[in-house]
């Protein structure tokens, strides 16, 4: 929802009006979004290392610096995703739910068929550089505006 009130109230016409381009607005929220979630990402990977690095064995370590980058690519591409379901003019929980259903899927789907991690990676990856390319397009052509009845 992180443009919803934004577009509710009309304070996101005045971004699109100021000197800043797409991409600039999009990079400024992506920033603040992950401003506002890195101190717990930090706690949790570093709880997550310490924790694995007490045990004798390496697999549990292994598992955690997997898990720990699967944790920080979810961090890197889903606000990419949600931004972009943001701009839609659903209620919130439709575009929270679209968002986690897209968001996730790659990864459950790549689990379900045994898929390599590097591939599912790659496939959230991509995923999320479509739907950052998919809100710059909405931006540039302003198609946010129409309002649906």
């Known amino acids: 929802g992180s443009f919803r009130s934004e577009l509710e109230t ?5 971004f699109l009006v ?3 381009r797409e991409r600039q607005i999009i990079a400024g929220r992506l920033r603040g979004l992950w401003r506002q979630f890195f101190p717990a ?5 570093a709880g997550s290392i310490f924790l694995a ?3 004798k064995g390496e697999s549990l370590l292994d598992e955690a610096w997997l898990s720990l980058a699967r944790t920080a690519l979810g961090f890197c591409t889903m606000p990419l995703i949600g931004l972009y379901f943001s701009l839609k003019r659903w209620n919130f929980f439709a575009a929270w739910l679209t968002a986690c259903l897209v968001g996730f899927l790659p990864a459950r789907l790549g689990m379900a068929f045994g898929a390599p991690d590097s591939w599912i990676m790659l496939l959230e990856t991509v995923v999320a550089l479509v739907a950052g390319f998919g809100i710059e397009q909405r931006l540039r052509n302003r198609e946010f505006l129409e309002r649906r009845v």
């Open 53 to 55: 690095s007490g045990w």
């Open 18 to 20: 100021t000197p800043l």
């Open 41 to 45: 990402m930090f706690v949790y990977g």
């Open 10 to 14: 009309g304070a996101f016409e005045l």
